[in-house]
Nanobody, 128 residues
């Protein structure tokens, strides 16, 4: 079993930045592809970034390329999402997710069904 706990959300002004953290518990967490998703008000949840178990290969949604950076520190069982130049449209609940065992980031895409573990989410609110 893998438990995920996000933190780092908050209220910021447009143009600001935030770093979200996701701490994973479970002795196999470091071997899993990890992802960040978000659900904006009135919209479906969407994937924004994912990173391979070794941290060597990040993937980004086209909508966030250049502003979002995903990284991980397996020694701390933590995945990060650095968000720069925040815009009001980034307002959302951000979720951390871990892929199902046997799935690599190359095959999970941003399909929620391939992520078996989810955190409770952390709210990010960006004001104009």
């Amino acid at each position: 079993q893998v438990k995920l706990v996000e933190s780092g959300g908050g209220s910021v002004q447009a143009g600001g930045s935030l770093r979200l953290s996701c701490v994973a518990s479970g002795n196999t967490a470091s071997s899993l592809c990890m992802g960040w998703f978000r659900r904006a008000p009135g919209k479906e949840r969407e994937g924004v970034a994912r990173i391979s178990s070794t941290g060597g290969t990040p993937y980004y949604a086209d909508s966030v390329k250049g502003r979002f950076t995903i990284s991980r520190d397996n020694a701390k069982n933590t995945v990060y999402l650095q968000i720069a130049s925040l815009q009001p449209e980034d307002t959302a609940v951000y979720y951390c997710a871990a892929a199902m065992r046997g799935r690599t980031c190359a095959t999970t895409y941003f399909w929620e069904s391939r992520f078996g573990y989810w955190g409770q989410g952390t709210q990010v609110t960006v004001s104009a």
